[in-house]
């Protein structure tokens, strides 16, 4: 456990050992017993639940939740809570309505699900040891899909007015989630946006770039080490991701690591990946040391940090 | 009702993933006339089912959209008029029939 490792490899630079960060989320219910709908409304379980990931795993950072729901939650959208999963969206404010008109504010850290996640991140600062806490927010897209529906993925392309103003709007509450998690303590802030690799390069830049910056501003002023998180095949919005601004960037078990690793040396960022979370850890149909070591191997010693994917 | 068209959407979960999540709801949400000629399904490949389904099209990325068959959307959630397009071209002739309709009402 060493988090000055972790932080400089988020940064790009050589570390003596390749550091790990397991995205425990509410796997961290489960190690502790809880149900995740239960665990995700309590402080104290959270806090529990963190702390014996880190434990348990020798980690060199955890995140306090891996929830992509608190901040649409927070703002009144519908969702459905799950025993074993983070809770899900299932109603759009904006789907009919315009942000006047449905009426929703930037969520502080007064709002919402937010008190009980500060109260959970605040216990983990005084009781933790040699690695960094992380604070994992909803990216300006997701939000947005969230917020809209599947009908942002048209607006970006024909409604572009409508677009703008809600990655705007998303921007803002990007923005106040990193001060929040800046508040908490944790040591590295990351934009989390798994939908952003289901849109085109122009895309990214035209709407998910732009609304990333008030966000990394608020990271960096803090002197916090910032990271972009993405999901899926990401392929063609890679040199987007890289030129976001963050220090690094993490992404999943389907892209090709030698070619990650590679971009990642070109633009002096860490980046972090990639267990197969799907074939490996949760089927079992690729063997978890086997995958580990290929995932080593490809990931080098300068700004690799081991992760699921 | 006339024959259907088949719509696979293979996923992680769309629960658990949002990228899966909207690339379900790009099916799911479709206009009720639509979705009247559309069977469609969502594989997730966190079950021996959906494994199945994967290797069986041939899904080389998630999410992915498959119509009759075929990977059409593959990591790109297409837009309202990309999505109609791509149904209409394997369309049985009463579901063209109802795209019709909508795009007519969509101006």
């Given at each position: 456990m060493a988090m000055q490792l972790l932080l400089d490899a988020y940064q790009g630079k050589p570390t003596p050992k390749v550091p790990w960060v397991p995205y425990a989320g509410v796997?961290?219910?489960?190690?502790?017993?809880?149900?995740?709908?239960?665990?995700?409304?309590?402080p104290d379980l959270i806090a529990k639940g963190v702390l014996y990931a880190a434990e348990r795993y020798k980690?060199?950072?955890?995140?306090?939740?891996?929830?992509?729901?608190?901040?649409?939650?927070?703002?009144?959208?519908?969702?459905?809570?799950?025993?074993?999963?983070?809770?899900?969206?299932?109603g759009h404010p904006l789907a009919d309505k315009t942000l006047a008109e449905a009426n929703l504010k930037v969520p502080t850290a007064a709002d919402g699900r937010w008190p009980v996640v500060v109260a959970a991140g605040k216990k983990?600062?005084?009781?933790?040891?040699d690695w960094a806490l992380m604070g994992l927010f909803c990216g300006p897209l997701t939000l947005a899909s969230h917020l809209r529906g599947v009908k942002i993925f048209t607006d970006v392309i024909k409604n572009k007015p409508l677009a703008h103003e809600i990655m705007d709007f998303c921007a803002q509450v990007c923005a106040e989630s990193a001060r929040i998690y800046r508040d908490i303590g944790c040591e590295i802030i990351a934009i989390v946006d798994p939908v952003a690799s289901q849109i085109r390069p122009e895309t990214f830049r035209e709407f998910v770039t732009p609304a990333?910056?008030?966000?990394?501003?608020?990271?960096?002023e803090a002197n916090r080490v910032s990271s972009f998180f993405i999901c899926g095949d990401a392929t063609k919005v890679m040199e987007e991701v890289c030129q976001v601004g963050t220090q690094g960037f993490a992404i999943d078990e389907q892209m090709n690591m030698p070619y990650i690793r590679d971009l990642a040396v070109k633009y002096g960022l860490g980046f972090g990946g990639n267990l197969k979370l799907t074939l490996a850890l949760s089927l079992g149909i690729v063997d978890p040391r086997e995958d580990a070591?290929?995932?080593m191997a490809a990931g080098g010693m300068t700004g690799f940090t081991l992760a699921p994917g | 009702m006339s024959e259907k068209l088949v719509v696979d959407v293979l996923t992680l979960d769309a629960v658990q993933c949002a990228a899966c999540q909207y690339m379900f709801e790009a099916i799911s949400a479709l206009p009720e006339n639509i979705r009247q000629h559309v069977e469609f399904k969502e594989w997730t490949i966190k079950n021996p089912e959906g494994i199945n389904k994967f290797l069986e099209l041939n899904g080389k990325v998630l999410p992915t959209i498959a119509i009759k068959g075929e990977l059409i959307f593959e990591s790109i959630i297409p837009t309202f008029e990309e999505l109609l397009d791509a149904l209409e071209a394997k369309a049985p002739e009463a579901l063209k029939a109802e795209i019709a309709k909508v795009r007519e009402q969509q101006g």
């Open positions: 796997h961290c219910a489960y190690m502790i017993g809880e149900k995740a709908d239960v665990y995700l409304q309590d980690a060199d950072g955890v995140p306090l939740l891996f929830d992509l729901n608190v901040e649409g939650m927070s703002m009144g959208c519908e969702a459905t809570w799950y025993p074993d999963n983070p809770p899900a969206i299932t983990v600062m005084a009781q933790k040891g990333c910056q008030e966000a990394i501003k608020v990271i960096h070591i290929v995932s | -």
